[in-house]
């Protein structure tokens, strides 16, 4: 189950890479900013925030992802094409990371790429999304743009099972799929998103995501907390629960060979971040029997269990070790 026989793609964006064989290269942690009801956010329309809890937010990110080893992205929202500068100047200055244009609709999509070319910001920046609702207008500023990495949110709302973005990817005969779209636009670093509508159906995503891989070859992940953030009986159960079904959530998808999270809020990073990079090492390990080989040294399994790594690499298995 945890070795492909298709070659995995993998696609460096902005000095991050995502995709692989699973065990190969830890999960891609993506956290969102400036999403609707964020409470640093204090005018989504102006693009006006609190930029000092925005940059502690970024920071702690950053500080979990050098801690467990697992790389990050940001999803950054954009509602309106007066917040496209703000927020993306903003972060520029405060991170290097590789960023998700997560703008709608679809005017403050087209303008956002235009800044993006300007800014000279192309060579990081993953257009989030193409989908089957992706209006020719959107297609055509992808062309015209530089961007050349998207994420394919393969929703196929007319089919619900692990089946359907298959289907949606590949499309019929008489509509086009969602890679055919996306090679029309320019977009040569593909990246699956299988979509998750509520908390039971993480568990198709996530047998979509290991679908994917093995029939395109193609870096997979889904969204978890789209699940976990609207499960509203979740809140009788107090915070401690959902902190424990966000986690179970996210890595269920990563032991299904997912190779990126958008884990939801980035306020989450502080229990999403330790529990992947742990199935992440759990992950490494069992691919390494199947002849896997770890691709990097800041790899969960070696941030968080050196000891443990360095034996596995001389072909040993300690019998204890304190972690």
Known sequence: MLRFERDQKVYDIGGVKVGGQPGEYPTVLIGTIFYEGQKIVKDKNKGIFDRDAAEELIKKQEELSDKTGNPHMLDIVVASTDAISKYLSFVTEITDVPLLLDAWPSNV?????????????????????????????EIEALKRSSVKASIILAYNPNDLWARGP???????????????????????????????????????????????????????????????????????????????????????????CSDFLLYGPIESAGWIFPACGAIDAMIATVARELGTKTQTQKHPLYKLFPKFADALDKGEILRSLET
């Open 166 to 256: 298959i289907s949606v990817l590949k499309g019929t005969s008489g509509e086009k799929g969602l890679l055919e779209k996306a090679e029309e636009s320019g977009i040569e670093k593909k990246i699956v998103d299988t979509a998750v509508l509520h908390m039971p159906h993480v568990g198709i995503s996530s047998k979509a995501v290991y679908d994917v891989k093995r029939e395109f070859g193609l870096p997979a992940g889904c969204s978890p907390a789209n699940a976990t953030t609207t499960w509203k009986k979740l809140k009788e159960f107090g915070p401690e629960a959902f902190k424990a079904c966000d986690a179970s959530a996210q890595t269920l998808a990563i032991a299904s």
């Open 109 to 137: 999509r087209i303008q956002a790429l235009e800044y993006v070319d300007e800014a000279g910001l192309s060579d990081r920046i993953v257009n989030n999304s193409i989908w089957f609702a992706s209006g020719e207008d």
